[in-house]
């Protein structure tokens, strides 16, 4: 059985495009202020060679392929996992707009939903949450959180 | 000072136990959220400190300090989400005793740690303030690289058996902390055009993605957060279990107390803080142990170290702060501007004219620590059936409460946006083997490793001897090495008498 390492030239992908990145930036900057990450770069750009090396002998023995499955796995948690980022991202989308207390009540709904919650508690969960969250940030703490209709109609 | 004068400190201070109580009740609550700063919650209530004496004030920033800094290891050990970056070296031995059954017992060990590794370097403080307000004076550019260092090298330590993995992650990490305008021409690096990173990657959206949001995103694979046998230790959760917590702590009480003076002398060097205290207090207590390598598979002295050095840092932040009119960290930034207000001139004229403020702030920290262990310590048998709450519910729930919470520091959505990306590297690296823990590391050394640097390079005009050109410098240098060579002379030795059995 061949070791799937395709998943873990992922974080050395980002770093060498994120090293790269910085290089460019820093290029025509003083010495002061690129010397740090000029060698934390370099250090980090070796470490990742030494890294593909080891994977490419490993691929090469045939003791490894590049598969990225252990990435996904298991399966059936996938479609959870990408419904909790998208809903992640429309929440923050549209936090100006709803406010925190509408914006969490309703993300919640959905996310428990995706991960199927059902019943008494589907209800219950989002609204005592929410209420929580508008009695810390809002009432307590005057939180500068964007405030919606729930918001303006207590305030 | 006489021990009448501290006696009376202590009637007052316990007087204020109405000003205490909701003070580290409003710290725990505010500790166990990651995003809300002690600093964050001072400055929002600062109408409230600013109205009332200065005594009160005092009594009820310092409460609320401590228990914020004791609270941020609940969620570390529960969730593995730390409350702070001060908590974020507790998940790395916590966590894993929740996973086997034993959070009630790590939660007392972290009330424990905190509570009396922060009574005992309070009470050391207050005895030895006028010497402990000149070692931040020795603890320069020059010794505090050499201290970041130390933090620095439990990037190797945490490796495990993949080295190579946790130094890629260690130094994406660093190079992530570069992020940000330099130190001397406050020229941009690697912003991506984002005026929100000039000031550096916020650590608060990093810890949130890296920790909680990768890890409720790992949760999603199983039901429950523990297995069978863990949840049926928790739904059978007894006093007995506390008091087990207890037993485990006095065992360890040398632990608590040496890694507390580690805090302590971090907290009193301006600009160093609790996360660096933790981090330092976990990496020497693995190599001083006699079993290095049960670390990060839930032994109890990685909770206490952590913990209680995190704690140690709170008297040593205020001692620069009121001894030298420099603040030890942001909180003691905020607490100086009450002071301030309040007519009171920061200096060593304090002790001499305000002797009831100046002492008064650390007999008030130690009443705040002795009124926690009663009010926190019954809560760990309620506090470790969280791990009883499925998935289905606390995947959701955490994602998007510590997203909220992302914005609390600097109050910009920008920031929930990055606590969503630093999730997403987080699961990545979860999924790989990449160690989170070491990433974090890297951003939050990076910046002031760098800034130490820089500045001890401009004063020696770039020549790098600078950094060997101290007394006390060479001597962390010389322990540096030490804490190196000493593990592997240690497996060495092990090995060879492996071999000789």
Redesign the interface.
């Known amino acids: 059985m061949k070791q799937p390492l395709g ?2 030239l ?3 992908a ?2 060498l495009g ?2 790269a ?2 290089f460019i ?2 290029a025509d ?9 000029v060698v ?2 370099s ?2 750009v070796l ?2 060679a ?2 593909v090396a ?1 994977i490419a002998l490993q691929v090469a023995k045939r003791k490894a392929d590049l598969d990225f499955s ?2 996904w796995a ?1 399966r059936d ?1 996938l479609g ?2 990408v419904g ?2 998208l ?3 429309a ?2 989308a549209t ?2 707009w709803l406010g ?1 207390t509408l914006g ?1 009540l309703l ?2 709904l959905a ?2 939903w995706i ?3 059902r019943g008494k ?1 589907l209800a219950i ?1 989002p609204f005592a ?1 929410a209420l929580a ?1 508008y009695l ?2 809002v009432v307590l ?6 405030h919606g209709p729930i918001e303006r109609l207590l305030s | 000072m006489t021990w009448e004068f501290l006696l009376e400190q202590f009637g007052v201070q316990f007087g204020l136990w109405w000003v205490i109580l909701p003070a580290i009740l409003l710290g725990i609550i505010v500790g166990i959220l990651p995003g809300f700063s002690p600093q964050n919650t001072l400055i929002m209530l600062l109408p409230l400190t600013l109205a009332v004496p200065v005594e009160q004030a005092m009594a009820f920033m310092i409460a609320l300090y401590c228990a914020n800094h004791l609270a941020g290891g609940i969620p570390a050990i529960l969730v593995r989400i730390p409350g702070s970056g001060g908590a974020a070296a507790t998940t790395l031995d916590g966590y894993p005793m929740t996973q086997k059954g034993q959070a009630q017992q790590a939660l007392v060990l972290c009330f424990t740690a905190s509570v009396f590794g922060g009574l005992i370097t309070t009470l050391a403080t207050i005895a030895l303030l006028p010497w402990l307000s000149q070692i931040g004076l020795y603890l320069r550019s020059v010794e505090m690289v050499v201290v970041m260092l130390f933090g620095l090298t439990l990037i190797a330590v945490i490796a495990g058996k993949d080295t190579l993995k946790a130094l890629i992650a260690g130094f994406f990490g660093l190079l992530i902390g570069v992020i940000g305008t330099d130190h001397i021409y406050n020229t941009p690096r690697a912003t991506f055009g984002f005026l929100e990173l000039y000031d550096g990657v916020p650590l608060v959206p990093a810890l949130i993605g890296l920790f909680a949001i990768s890890e409720a995103l790992v949760m999603i694979e199983e039901k429950m957060i523990v297995d069978e046998a863990g949840r049926e230790r928790a739904l059978s959760a007894r006093w007995a279990d506390t008091v087990e917590g207890l037993r485990m702590s006095l065992q360890k009480w040398w632990h608590i107390v040496w890694t507390a003076f580690v805090g302590l002398l971090i907290g009193i060097t301006p600009g160093a803080g609790a996360s660096i205290a933790s981090f330092v207090a976990y990496q020497q207590s693995r190599l001083w142990s006699k079993t290095p390598e049960l670390y990060g598979k839930g032994i109890p002295e990685g909770v206490i170290a952590p913990e209680s050095a995190n704690n140690g840092v709170t008297s040593g932040t205020l001692v620069p702060t009121l001894a030298l009119g420099v603040p030890g960290g942001s909180t003691a930034a905020v607490m100086m501007i009450v002071l301030q207000y309040h007519g009171m001139v920061m200096g060593p004229r304090l002790f001499a004219t305000n002797p009831g403020v100046a002492y008064g702030v650390f007999v008030s920290m130690a009443v705040a620590y002795i009124f926690m262990i009663f009010t926190i310590l019954p809560l760990a048998r309620y506090m470790s059936r969280v791990v009883l709450i499925p998935t289905t519910y606390l995947a959701p729930i955490i994602i998007l409460v510590t997203i909220v919470a992302a914005f609390g520091e600097r109050q910009y959505l920008f920031d929930m946006g990055l606590a969503l990306v630093f999730g997403v590297i987080g699961y990545i690296a979860h999924k790989t083997n990449y160690h989170v823990t070491a990433i974090l590391i890297g951003i939050l050394l990076g910046p002031l490793f760098e800034q130490y640097l820089v500045r001890a390079l401009r004063i020696s005009q770039g020549d790098l001897t600078v950094l060997f050109s101290s007394t006390i410098g060479n001597v962390l240098w010389g322990l540096l090495v030490l804490s190196l060579v000493l593990p592997l002379w240690r497996n060495y030795a092990h090995r060879k008498n492996q071999t000789v059995a």
């Open positions: 998943a873990d992922i974080i050395p980002l770093a994120f090293a990145y910085f930036s820093i900057l003083a010495w002061e202020a690129k010397a740090n990450g934390i770069g250090i980090l470490l990742i030494a890294q080891r252990p990435l298991p948690a959870k996992r909790m980022v809903i992640t991202v929440f923050i936090l100006d925190l969490l993300a919640l996310a428990l991960m199927g919650a508690t969960v949450v969250a810390l940030f703490l005057h939180s500068d959180i964007p």
